[in-house]
């Protein structure tokens, strides 16, 4: 036979045959990839020549910076789960000798040369009284325990030494700096954050014994030590004597209100409620429904520069005195009035990329995820809480949520969040100021932020309608891309 022989009962393709096949199957593929080309050309010149006679435009997909569409429950808590990581890693519960740097296990023998080993992040600053609490709000809304571990594990731990290192500090010997913060408080922000969150986990887990006497030595700076105004209103003499700082709200308010609830006396929610429209009085700008940072009592005119982080910790006041603050108080209408109208002045600044800026109502400043982050989670709660609609604030919170995740590395570390601010008159001061992942501020918040998004998409359920986020009370199961709702 031409083309074949015959190999030991085997018939073969001889070689001049296997060269016509090659070239045959050669020509074959080289055909379909000229049709293929051919194809994508005549694509490519429908989609140039569509016009609005033939063609949706407005389903044509835009080209977002930032992740936008509908949301999972799963997508977020991988997010939060990075964070709880990284910070595991990072936050060791381990004292030491500060000479040798070898490690202590016999808190018995804590001296004057002992301290607390030095992570990433301190484990009693206001920054961690936050991720404290954000820790907590992730364990109620995933039931993940791995975040109630942490935060208890490392409050049971400074509860543990700090008792130890008290006896140093009674010998009159050098303290640890960041025990003597916890054992002698000298501003709210020493203790405020802190407390509150130690209450809250003292409370989830059933052991007041373990906390209650660093509980009680926070508070009582926080009641008695702290200076006040005439009406008792928190201030300091920095920069200027008698100035109001609006951080002082979150760093003294929710203490106050929270320890109502650690004792069973609603006179301190009460009075923090009190608090709160003293410090309104003096912060809130009804024409922009947002809050100046600083209030200097000599000072005529009160300049108003609208941080984002010291709005965000005003907002987060806001919602940690609603939530414990009994509906039959007669301030609870204020408060909440007072909450709603702040969260349209926020909700109204929100950029297109999800994230407010640094400066509130200045487009120039960069944008900052800290605040974004508060927002995010203030605004989310309040749908929860049913203090917001869903349909009007749900998307905004989602977006937040969007660009704060964005952030997140795959470390788990949060970038964009402002380093601690003081307070500044003029908006170079605010909109020059660093920006860097190693800023304690930013994990909390987005911890807040994850957790309360997967509480409101149990409950809501967002939905792409005609390319944009809506939120509904129930499911719609629809895959019509444009949908009327009966």
């Given amino acids: 036979m031409k083309g074949f022989r015959i190999t030991r009962g085997f018939v073969s393709l001889s070689e001049p045959y296997i060269n016509f096949f090659v070239m045959k199957q050669t020509f074959k593929l080289l055909l379909a990839a000229f049709l293929t080309v051919l194809t994508m050309s005549t694509t490519v010149h429908a989609q ?28 977020v808590k991988a997010s939060t789960d990075l964070v709880l990581r990284y910070l595991q890693a990072s936050t060791p519960m381990e004292v030491e000798n500060s000479q040798t740097h070898v490690k202590i ?12 080993v030095r992570g990433g992040f301190r484990l009693a600053s206001y920054e961690w009284g936050v991720t404290y609490a954000g820790m907590m709000r992730a364990f109620q809304t995933t039931g993940d325990s791995a ?14 030494v700090a008792p ?18 916890i054992l002698t408080p000298h ?16 409370i989830a887990t059933g052991d007041k014994k373990t906390y209650e006497s660093l509980i009680l030595n926070y508070m009582d700076y926080v009641l008695n030590k702290e200076k006040r105004l005439s009406d008792g209103t928190f201030a300091r003499n920095r920069p200027f004597p008698n100035t109001v700082w609006l951080d002082d709200m979150y760093m003294g308010l929710p203490a106050m209100a929270q320890y109502g609830v650690y004792t069973g006396l609603k006179e301190y929610s009460h009075q923090a409620a009190q608090l709160v429209l003293n410090f309104a009085s003096r912060m809130f700008v009804p024409e922009k429904n947002l809050f100046r940072h600083g ?10 520069f609208f941080w ?7 907002i987060l006041t806001l919602c940690e005195v609603l939530d414990v603050l009994p509906a039959s108080d007669p301030l609870y209408p204020l408060v909440l009035s007072l909450y709603q109208r702040h969260a349209a002045g926020l909700a109204a600044l929100q950029s297109g990329t999800g994230f407010w800026h640094q400066l509130l109502d200045r487009n120039d400043s960069y944008l900052e995820t800290s605040a974004t982050a508060i927002y995010t989670y203030c605004l989310a709660h309040g749908v929860n809480q049913g203090w917001l609609d869903a349909k009007a604030y749900g998307p905004v919170a989602q977006l937040g949520w969007n660009a704060v995740s ?19 008159f003029d908006p170079a001061f605010y909109s020059f100021r660093p920006v860097s992942s190693a800023a304690a501020h930013g994990y909390g918040p987005t911890l807040l932020a994850g957790a309360e998004m997967i509480q409101l998409l149990k409950t809501q359920f967002p939905k792409i309608n005609d390319s944009a986020i809506q939120y509904y009370p129930t499911e719609q199961k629809t895959t019509q891309p444009i949908f009327s709702v009966e």
């Fill in 308 to 314: 984002g982080r010291a709005n965000g910790w005003a």
């Fill in 105 to 116: 296990t016999d808190f018995n023998t804590i001296d004057e040369n002992s301290q607390l």
């Fill in 187 to 202: 501003a709210l922000d020493d203790a405020g954050a802190v407390c509150a969150a130690m209450m809250k986990v003292a």
């Fill in 147 to 160: 975040y109630l571990k942490y935060a208890s594990e490392r409050m049971k731990f400074l509860a543990q």
């Fill in 406 to 424: 964005t952030k997140i590395t795959t470390k788990g570390e949060v970038e964009g969040t402002c380093v601690g601010t003081g307070m500044g």
């Fill in 164 to 181: 130890k290192f008290k006896k140093v500090l009674a010998e009159g010997k050098p303290l640890d700096p960041q025990l003597r913060q």
């Fill in 48 to 75: 140039r020549a569509a016009n609005d006679s033939q063609t949706p435009l407005h389903l044509m997909q835009p080209d977002y910076t930032i992740p936008y569409g509908e949301l999972s429950v799963s997508t």
């Fill in 295 to 304: 209030w200097v009592e000599s000072m005529n005119p009160h300049p108003s």
